[in-house]
């Protein structure tokens, strides 16, 4: 080993759903939305004034930040945006995880948070969901430097209930409660009127499942006033431009179509109720899915070779080879057709 490199920070990286330049791919591996974005969206993007990318752009997002604050009807000063809600975390991460208590999340859960901690030397503990992979409240009634975990939860999609949620964060009024709501617009409950009640509460939410615009890359964060101050302190501190012209003003227009947002979410909820049945009548075993995706299992068909045998069949799944989870495939909700088709390989396969 080179002298240097024993300063380098070492870390093991995410890794991210695969991207495969594949023709005629079913894609049901990245949680994206099978629907594209509002046509307010690509309005906005025709009328982009490309002159204007000779400037900087708002490094306060204004347009972006007040879209999002009068469509949740908060004050301009409750909301923090970033580049996907990845980047969102990774400040939470830097701006309030900084006790020398190990932080809590739960051992199957988003896998970006144990490589955060990790790079970012913060000590933290994983907390074990029960055997139906939901969360235990009173396993978070414990000192601690910090609270973190999806609802719906990744990769699992159960929703934990708005009472426990609430119960987790006012058995916790000295460390933050981050609540990551990537998956929440598809039936679950959301903790944002708590952020009213508990000034230690983030709710954190993106444009990359609900709002189909993964390829933007647009978070946010709710919470009171004094919370968002500190993520801009260490935001402006990292990087002030984090969000692009293009960005801030498509973001602005999606967040602006409320019923386009309400029909697309309602049709891939429709097609997850569908699917859920239709995989029942396979035998494949699976919680109440509050997501745009399905975490199954078959008791007859080991996950890795169904995986593997769908993806020679141009469907594309996510497998994850970890403890507890290894017999589990999450399915992408695609649209209805996407749907049928896997339904069908599915079929024939048992047969």
């Not at 709002?211 to 009171?224: E, L, Q, T």
């Amino acid at each position: 080993m080179k002298k240097w490199e024993e300063n380098v920070r070492k870390v093991v990286p995410y890794v991210p759903g695969e991207q495969p330049k594949v023709q005629n791919l079913i894609k049901l591996n990245t949680n994206e939305n099978p629907y594209p974005p509002s046509l307010k969206v690509a309005e906005a993007l025709k009328a982009i004034d490309v002159d204007c990318m000779r400037l900087y752009p708002d490094p306060a997002a204004s347009v972006l930040v007040k879209g999002i604050a009068d469509f949740y009807q908060l004050q301009e000063d409750q909301v923090f945006v970033g580049v996907g809600s990845d980047d969102v975390l990774a400040m939470i991460f830097m701006t309030f995880f900084n006790s020398k208590k190990p932080i809590l999340f739960p051992d199957i859960t988003y896998s970006f948070y144990d490589v955060w901690a990790d790079m970012l030397r913060i000590p933290y503990e994983t907390v074990p969901l029960t055997d139906d992979f939901t969360i235990r409240k009173e396993d978070y009634f414990r000192e601690n430097g910090g609270i973190i975990f999806p609802n719906p939860n990744a990769p699992t999609g159960v929703e934990l209930g708005m009472q426990d949620v609430e119960a987790i964060i006012k058995a916790n009024p000295d460390v933050i409660v981050v609540v990551d709501e990537a998956y929440v617009d598809f039936g679950a409950a959301s903790a944002l009127p708590l952020i009213e009640k508990y000034d230690n509460l983030l709710v954190v939410q993106t444009f990359s499942k609900s709002r189909g615009m993964a390829g933007m890359r647009i978070g946010y964060a709710m919470g009171n006033p004094v919370l968002i101050k500190y993520l801009n302190d260490v935001k402006y501190s990292f990087n002030s431009y984090t969000m692009d012209q293009t960005t801030l003003a498509l973001g602005a227009a999606a967040i602006s179509d409320r019923a386009y947002f309400e029909e697309t979410v309602h049709k891939v909820v429709e097609t997850r109720e569908w699917t859920k049945k239709e995989l029942a009548k396979l035998g494949f075993v699976f919680g109440d899915s509050k997501a745009n995706f399905i975490f199954a299992s078959h008791p007859e068909i080991p996950a890795a070779e169904l995986f593997a045998t769908l993806r020679e069949a141009n469907i594309i799944v996510r497998y994850f080879n970890k403890p507890r989870i290894d017999n589990y495939l999450r399915i992408t909700i695609g649209t209805q057709e996407d749907m049928e088709m896997l339904i069908k390989f599915l079929k024939n396969y048992k047969k």
